[in-house]
């Protein structure tokens, strides 16, 4: 059974720091990726960052480049999202997922949720200003 949970949200001030854990199991194949969204009450749901396990790869949303980190460990198979100078619009739902078979960024649109197989079931960012 394939499964995603993340953790490591909570409550933050503006210019602090969080680490997201993703752990992940069940995978078949080598070539997935991982990706980061958040949805904020009242709007859709956003992608932030994705890394590919074939290449290293890693995709960021404009919003956040230069603020956030995406990692992995593939011996805890755990994907991290290691978020810096956090801003009160960074508040949201955070969720990870997974595409099983990632050829490459022109045929699989990273940021957009239906490109995604398997959903984590969501963590909580709060950013006080």
């Known amino acids: 059974e394939v499964q995603l949970v993340e953790s490591g949200g909570g409550l933050v001030q503006a210019g602090g720091s969080l680490r997201l854990s993703c752990a992940f199991s069940?995978?078949?194949?080598?070539?997935?990726?991982i990706g980061w969204f958040r949805q904020a009450p009242g709007k859709e749901r956003e992608g932030v960052s994705c890394?590919?396990?074939?290449?290293?790869?890693?995709y960021y949303a404009d919003s956040v480049k230069g603020r956030f980190t995406i990692s992995s460990d593939n011996a805890k198979n755990t994907v991290y999202l290691q978020m810096n100078s956090l801003k009160p619009e960074d508040t949201a739902v955070y969720y990870c997922?997974?595409?099983?078979?990632?050829?490459?960024?022109?045929?699989?649109?990273?940021?957009?949720?239906?490109?995604?197989?398997?959903w984590g079931q969501g963590t909580q960012v709060t950013v006080s200003s």
């Open positions: 997922a997974a595409i099983f078979v990632f050829a490459s960024p022109d045929h699989v649109d990273w940021s957009h949720p239906t490109s995604y197989d398997v």
């Open positions: 069940g995978f078949v194949f080598e070539n997935y990726a």
């Open positions: 890394r590919s396990n074939g290449d290293g790869s890693t």
